[in-house]
Nanobody, 127 residues
Framework: QVQLVESGGGLVEAGGSLRLSCTASGRTFRSYTMGWFRQTPGKEREFVAAITWSGSSTAFGDSVKGRFTISRDNAKKTVYLRMNSLKPEDTAVYYC????????????????????WGQGTQVTVSS
């Protein structure tokens, strides 16, 4: 069993930056591809970024490429999402996800292999 707890959300002005963190419990964090998704009311959950267990491969959604980066510290069981040049359209609840099957690119294709989700953290970007 793995529990994921996100933190770091909040209110920021357009053009600003935030760093989200997702810390996992459990002893098998190292074996999971970790990712971030986001969701706004009435819309489907959208892929944001993913990183393989080794950190050697990453993937990003088209809307965040060049602005967001993802990293992980397996010793701390934590994955980070650094968000720069934030836009009002980045406003959403951001969810951390753990996937024991997919690599970073295949996590971008869908959520059917996601094993665990965090509870979400709100990010609001004001214009």
């Amino acid at each position: 069993q793995v529990q994921l707890v996100e933190s770091g959300g909040g209110l920021v002005e357009a053009g600003g930056s935030l760093r989200l963190s997702c810390t996992a419990s459990g002893r098998t964090f190292r074996s999971y591809t970790m990712g971030w998704f986001r969701q706004t009311p009435g819309k489907e959950r959208e892929f944001v970024a993913a990183i393989t267990w080794s950190g050697s491969s990453t993937a990003f959604g088209d809307s965040v490429k060049g602005r967001f980066t993802i990293s992980r510290d397996n010793a701390k069981k934590t994955v980070y999402l650094r968000m720069n040049s934030l836009k009002p359209e980045d406003t959403a609840v951001y969810y951390c996800a753990a996937d024991s099957v997919s690599n970073a690119q295949s996590m971008a294709a869908g959520t059917k292999f996601i094993d665990y989700w965090g509870q979400g953290t709100q990010v609001t970007v004001s214009s």
